[in-house]
């Protein structure tokens, strides 16, 4: 059993900045993110392998987006720059035993989320 831990949520302007953080009781394959705003499916928003070699990104995130990981800490981050109201959400981090999805029922693990906000 691997528990996931968020933080670094909050309530920010558009054009802010936000640091996310998962920190993972164990180590797994792949971990990622995503979010789910009101009314909305869960959508995957960036995804990272263990080693870092390998990273996927939603088209809608692209550009503003970084996902990365300090595996010493078995922490997983979330950069997030140019923030728009859209970018609204729970932010969830998963992780995988094996392979590095974009579908998230194919996700073992799961945290509590962190909730951003993003104001006009």
């Known amino acids: 059993q691997v528990h996931l831990v968020e933080s670094g949520g909050g309530l920010v302007q558009a054009g802010d900045s936000l640091r996310l953080s998962c920190t993972a009781s164990g180590r797994t394959f792949s971990s990622s993110w995503f979010r789910q705003a009101p009314g909305k499916e869960r959508e995957f928003v960036a995804g990272?392998?263990?080693?870092?070699?390998?990273?996927v990104y939603a088209d809608s995130v692209k550009g503003r987006f970084a996902i990365s990981r300090d595996n010493a800490k078995i922490t997983m981050y979330l950069q997030m720059n140019s923030l728009e109201p859209d970018d609204t959400a729970m932010y969830y981090c998963?992780?995988?035993?094996?392979?590095?999805?974009?579908?998230?029922?194919?996700?073992?693990?799961w945290g509590q989320g962190t909730q951003v906000t993003v104001s006009s």
């Open positions: 990272i392998t263990w080693t870092g070699g390998r990273t």
């Open positions: 998963a992780s995988a035993l094996s392979g590095l999805y974009i579908g998230a029922n194919l996700y073992r693990y």
